[in-house]
């Protein structure tokens, strides 16, 4: 009896040792992603100017888009700005606001508005509508283009920014994590921790590395050079990716492009969130997409998940003391991790103790995600399911 019990005990601290050894490996071992510094050339920098064409591409974004135009009309910039709204489909006034934006800056002859074609198949809506706003850009011959999501406001250094950046660099595509909103109680939960998870997956300092396969980049606000953008194969070469901002940057490293991410402090996201069953609308999106459909990762990922935002906590609850000191150990650790990223967002350091909470959420949501796709409808978004 003796034993058996000396064997379970020893088969309790092998497990409670693992969450430590992987917040150990976290918090060392993935290129800081945790700590959100954001490593940019200041704007002031002296660099030639340059010819940007702004994309938007918008479905039904009447709320936010005048804002976003906006912004990008009033940019201190040395240089020529013209911005293309791509309207797919919209059945309220976004193409209406963007047009009285852009008068009420006195740049109506900066902004071009298209209405965009039926989606073809094998296309997202918003690779789609890129596309056509990259089309309509030719004319224009610019330097850079930037892709913006409809929600975005643009710092007025913004431009200048990814700009000095790109040059000073000598970037292919740069982008910004723009920052998001944390106004209500479910986004102070969840939306730091949907940064924290995007830059575990995809540290930012991997990604800059050529040396390295890793690749990511936020879709808000990309920068990208033209030439770049048609030696990776265009947008037509990731028609079909859902998750379509970190496939562009795969595909551009790929052809031998350098690619950078940064969180940004100063542009920030207009898009609200009111509940938490809407941000897990929005991870539901893309969640499967991510694990490229496959039941066995799901399991995997959902096993990794629990062993190590969950076993934690469910340490502290055994009777071992060494079992539950090991795990509070690891809980300080993860909680070490994510306090910068709550810091970011201006938040008590408490909400650092709410990640075991939070991966629980997530991995509720990336089963609804598995589960959405299976019936035919993954990565429903303005009405579209483009997942399937």
């Not at 991997?206 to 990776?232: M, N, T, V, Y």
């Amino acid at each position: 009896m003796e034993l058996q019990w000396n064997q379970y005990r020893m088969t309790l601290y092998v497990v409670a040792t693992v969450p430590l050894i992987i917040w150990l490996y976290i918090l060392t071992g993935r290129g800081r992603f945790w700590w959100p510094a954001a490593e940019r050339v200041a704007a002031t920098q002296r660099v030639a100017p340059r010819d940007i064409v702004v994309v938007i591409p918008a479905r039904n974004e009447a709320a936010v888009i005048a804002t976003a135009v906006d912004s990008l009309m009033r940019q201190s910039f040395n240089g020529r700005i013209h911005v293309i709204v791509v309207d797919d489909g919209s059945t309220d006034n976004t193409a209406a606001a963007a047009r009285a934006a852009a008068e009420s800056a006195g740049a109506s002859d900066r902004l071009t508005l298209l209405r965009g074609t039926a989606l073809p198949g094998g296309w997202t809506g918003k690779l789609w509508a890129l596309s056509q706003g990259v089309s309509a850009s030719a004319k224009l011959r610019p330097d850079y283009l930037l892709f913006s999501d409809a929600d975005i406001h643009h710092a007025p250094d913004s431009v200048a920014s990814l700009v000095a950046e790109a040059d000073t660099r000598e970037l292919d595509l740069l982008s910004y994590m723009v920052k998001l909103s944390v106004a209500t109680l479910a986004e102070r939960l969840l939306i730091p921790a949907f940064v924290f998870f995007f830059f575990m997956l995809y540290p930012p300092r991997w990604a800059a590395d050529p040396k390295r396969s890793a690749a990511a980049a936020a879709g808000g606000c990309l920068l990208i050079r033209p030439p770049a953008l048609a030696r990776a194969g265009g947008l037509e070469g990731i028609r079909s990716n859902i998750i379509d901002d970190c496939a562009l940057a795969r595909a551009v490293k790929e052809s031998g492009g350098r690619i950078a991410l940064h969180l940004s402090e100063n542009n920030s996201s207009l898009r609200r969130y009111a509940s938490a069953g809407e941000i897990g609308a929005m991870i539901s999106r893309t969640a499967f997409a991510q694990l490229r459909h496959s039941y066995l990762v799901l399991a995997a990922t959902l096993v990794a998940l629990f062993m190590t935002y969950l076993l934690p906590v469910a340490l502290l609850v055994t009777p071992d003391r060494w079992a539950a000191a090991l795990g509070l150990l690891a809980l300080l650790l993860m909680s070490l991790c994510y306090l910068p990223m709550v810091r970011f967002y201006r938040l008590s350091p408490l909400w650092s103790l709410a990640l075991p909470l939070t991966a629980l959420f997530y991995m509720s949501a990336t089963v609804h995600s598995a589960l959405q796709y299976s019936r035919g409808t993954g990565g429903r978004w303005k009405g579209r399911v483009q997942d399937v």
